[in-house]
């Protein structure tokens, strides 16, 4: 069974940055891609970010130009870049791993406050 594991979120003033890490306990190469999802208090849980096995970037228009979606296959890890943070970015940070079509794999979760 495949772990995933997010640090590195926290309080933050708008305008701030911060980095959060996801670490997998197999290699993200197994999987067809990676992803950064958030889910704010009342809402769905949403896509931010891919990066595929390839090494391709997706992202929403919403973190475009502030967010970077970037890893390092020798240490299976993950890595969001969040630039010029909002408080529109307070949420529950989740890193997912897509096998072929589903996001199968979960991290718990990493809270990120940015505050006014």
């Known amino acids: 069974q495949v772990q995933l594991v997010e640090s590195g979120g926290g309080l933050v003033q708008a305008g701030g940055s911060l980095r959060l890490s996801c670490a997998a306990s197999?290699?993200?190469?197994?999987?067809?891609?990676m992803g950064w999802y958030r889910q704010a208090p009342g809402k769905q849980r949403e896509l931010l970010a891919i990066?595929?096995?390839?090494?391709?970037?997706t992202y929403v228009d919403v973190v475009k130009g502030r967010f970077t979606i970037s890893r390092d296959t020798a240490k299976n890890t993950v890595y969001l870049q969040m630039n010029s943070l909002k408080p529109d970015d307070t949420a529950v940070y989740y890193c997912?791993?897509?096998?072929?079509?589903?996001?199968?794999?979960w991290g718990q979760g990493t809270q990120v406050t940015v505050s006014s």
């Open positions: 197999s290699s993200i190469l197994n999987f067809a891609a």
């Open positions: 990066i595929t096995s390839g090494g391709a970037t």
């Open positions: 997912g791993a897509r096998e072929v079509v589903n996001w199968g794999y």
